[in-house]
């Protein structure tokens, strides 16, 4: 067999190899991906067992059931009774019904009793308190709906957390694999006499430095998964490979529709609340007012012969309250409330516009700090590499330059933490005006425009 055919059966196998080594790790990266847990599948979940969305969701369905029609007082009550009596001296087991006929006795007694209630008029009573357990279901209602959006975002600042952390990661891995190269340089270095053993030692301190700063961001790594763990209802923690990476784009900025401030979840609930208040201090002050009813009520009596009686009356019945002094109290009790809770909607308004002021002054700063910050590391990484050739060539000391290298270091850590920290601001945003929803979550979470 000639060379050259056996120099192409070589190629021909490495080519093979190769692609096969390609495929299988493609194959490998496709599974893990697969694998992963991402932003969507994540909110879906934790909407489904993160503790305060069930919470809320709890007391949802509780103040609805709490506002419905059953829970009218003009609905009638109907209600029963049954006893059996024996007594030491015979009763009278049915009333006198005939002049001059004197009813039966017995010393054992068996009563049967129904009773219907139906209350027609109370001057608006019943119907302010029920009216009031409906806006407390509808302030339940919109809690729940908050709930939810603080969940929705709770789980994406984790996703956003976790890309950032693995990122920092990454800088510190490759920062320490650079002073570690950097080292073995100076080894040579140091064997030639060039420099002194001081500068072995000043990047080993350096080395260890960024190790630990390693360990760190691994056991936020471990916290955060922990936390995310138990908000997606999983029993076990989490691995950073379980969770799929995001891309981060472009830093844009949330800018909320124009919506009025009382359209805001937590104005909407103390709105809610007040009127609920208000209700109820109207029901405590009608309850000075006289009430109209009818009601019916069959008996059926019986002795030990067992002879059923039967007698039914219906009536009309008007309540006319003359003096309760707990009725007073109360109503004094409820005007304060109402007027307390005036003061918390104002409140609420306050911090609500403080609060959007904060966020938005704070996003439009953390846009500036990354591109001030990005325009930093072009120049420290420019000083870095100059710094390095004047050390090599004995015109500038390790001193220098491993404190320019610690400097890049720190702000290639700072720029990853804002890029970050721009996100999580646009989804604070979102959930304080009332916005956010799954796929604006996603969207914030990649610095994608809406």
């Not at 934790?46 to 369905?61: D, H």
């Not at 789980?155 to 510190?172: D, F, G, H, R, W």
């Not at 809770?341 to 904060?358: D, F, S």
């Not at 590499?385 to 720190?410: A, P, V, W």
Request: hydrophobic share 40%; aromatic share 6%.
């Amino acid at each position: 067999m000639s060379e050259c055919s056996l120099i192409n059966k070589n190629v021909l196998l490495r080519s093979t190899l190769l692609s096969l080594l390609i495929f299988f790790g493609w194959t490998l990266t496709t599974l893990a991906q697969e694998k992963s847990t991402s932003l969507s599948e994540a909110i879906d979940r934790s909407l489904e067992y993160a503790t305060n969305t069930r919470i809320a969701k709890a007391n949802k369905e509780a103040a609805e059931a709490g506002s419905g029609l059953l829970s009218s007082d003009y609905i009638p009550q109907i209600s029963s009774s049954l006893s059996y009596t024996r007594s030491q001296y015979p009763q009278i087991v049915t009333p006198i019904r005939t002049q001059g006929a004197f009813p039966p006795l017995d010393d054992q007694l068996y009563e049967a009793n129904i009773q219907a209630d139906w209350e027609v008029f109370d001057f608006g009573e019943s119907r302010a308190m029920r009216r009031k357990a409906k806006a407390l279901a509808d302030a339940a209602n919109i809690k729940y709906e908050l709930a939810r959006m603080e969940t929705i975002e709770s789980t994406a600042s984790a996703y956003i957390q976790m890309q950032q952390l693995k990122e920092l990661k990454k800088v510190q891995d490759e920062r320490i694999h650079t002073l570690k190269k950097d080292k073995e340089q100076l080894k040579a270095l140091f064997r030639e006499g060039r420099i002194a053993e001081v500068d072995l030692l000043k990047i080993d301190d350096a080395i260890v430095e960024a190790e630990t700063a390693v360990i760190t961001t691994e056991n936020n790594i471990d916290q955060l998964l922990q936390e995310l763990s138990d908000n997606l209802g999983l029993e076990h923690p989490l691995n950073p490979d379980d969770i799929a990476p995001l891309t981060f784009n472009e830093e844009v900025l949330f800018n909320p529709n124009h919506t009025t401030v009382d359209n805001a979840p937590s104005i909407s609930v103390a709105k809610e609340q007040k009127k609920a208040a208000d209700l109820e201090a109207r029901a405590s002050y009608r309850a000075f007012l006289p009430q109209f009813n009818l009601f019916a009520t069959e008996l059926l009596r019986s002795g030990s012969e067992f002879e059923i009686d039967d007698q039914w009356m219906v009536g009309v019945r008007f309540n006319i309250p003359l003096f309760a002094g707990k009725r007073i109290v109360n109503n004094q009790v409820k005007k304060k409330e109402a007027k307390l809770q005036q003061i918390q909607l104002e409140q609420t308004r306050q911090q609500y516009r403080q609060q959007l002021n904060k966020l938005t002054n704070a996003q439009f700063e953390t846009q500036k700090h990354i591109q001030l910050t990005k325009t930093r590391i072009k120049y420290l990484e420019e000083t870095y590499s100059m710094e390095s050739k004047s050390y090599k060539q004995g015109r500038s000391t390790l001193t220098d330059l491993l404190t320019t290298e610690s400097k890049l270091n720190s702000v290639r850590a700072e720029l990853i933490a804002m890029r970050a920290q721009l996100r999580i601001l646009n989804l604070n945003i979102a959930v304080l005006t009332g916005q956010l929803n799954k796929e604006i979550a996603i969207k914030l979470a990649e610095g994608k425009a809406l």
